[in-house]
T-cell receptor, first 113, second 112 residues
Framework: NAGVTQTPKFRILKIGQSMTLQCAQD?????MYWYRQDPGMGLKLIYY???????DKGEVPNGYNVSRSTTEDFPLRLELAAPSQTSVYFC????????????FGNGTRLTVT | GQQVMQIPQYQHVQEGEDFTTYCNSS?????IQWYKQRPGGHPVFLIQ?????EVKKQKRLTFQFGEAKKNSSLHITATQTTDVGTYFC????????????FGQGTELSVKP
């Protein structure tokens, strides 16, 4: 099992550009999440999904969109990138069940200049 | 809204010293999870506590869940350089399934 795979690892965007951060998991987990991590600020939930076709907003969804067409994939779309979106982005998956731990990908480091 | 606070934000210790990080929730938690993130890495699940007053040990790490299930602590005995990283606690958001709210984390540095 590869676990949770995120691509790319690094990306530099210019203000106003768009991009999609890819996330795939091969553990057949129902739940998937996107977090962003800023220095000293912990992990903030952007969007999450409890299954294919179902997505919902987290704490900081503005400027982002997601889709969940399959159980395996949960891409995060940035439209009109802004410097405030400079961050490290982590995708995570979780088996169904509120006591299950999260499995994180290696992250994508995004810089918007 | 629901909050999970962690203190301290940073801790610098000499190798061999003990270390403790504290986690406090604004609401009662059904469980609490702890994660470790090495520098440049991703969070990795360490342990979950479920019962009131529960204490679990993993070698030099001791995890405790408060009696009221609103606070938790992680204690590391005799730190080693391999303990370096950021430690996060996380609790489920009330009535929202498996979603977790994370504390800000405690960054531990260990001087050899």
């Amino acid at each position: 099992n590869a676990g949770v795979t995120q691509t790319p690892k690094f990306r530099i965007l210019k203000i106003g550009q768009s991009m999609t951060l890819q996330c795939a998991q091969d553990m057949n987990h129902n739940y998937m999440y996107w977090y962003r991590q800023d220095p000293g600020m912990g992990l903030k939930l952007i969007y999450y999904s409890v299954g294919a076709g179902i997505t919902d907003k987290g704490e900081v969804p503005n400027g982002y969109n997601v889709s969940r067409s399959t159980t395996e994939d949960f891409p995060l779309r940035l439209e009109l990138a802004a410097p405030s979106q400079t961050s490290v982005y982590f995708c995570a998956s979780q088996p169904a069940g509120r006591n299950s731990p999260l499995h994180f990908g290696n992250g994508t480091r995004l810089t918007v200049t | 809204g629901q909050q999970v606070m962690q203190i301290p934000q940073y801790q610098h210790v000499q190798e061999g010293e003990d270390f403790t990080t504290y986690c406090n929730s604004s609401t009662t938690l059904s469980n609490i999870q702890w994660y470790k993130q090495r520098p440049g890495g991703h969070p990795v699940f360490l342990i979950q506590l479920v019962k009131s007053g529960e204490v679990k040990k993993q070698k030099r790490l001791t995890f405790q869940f408060g009696e009221a299930k609103k606070n938790s602590s992680l204690h590391i005995t005799a730190t080693q350089t391999t303990d370096v990283g950021t430690y996060f606690c996380a609790g489920p958001i009330y009535n929202q399934g498996g979603k977790l709210i994370f504390g800000q984390g405690t960054e531990l540095s260990v001087k050899p």
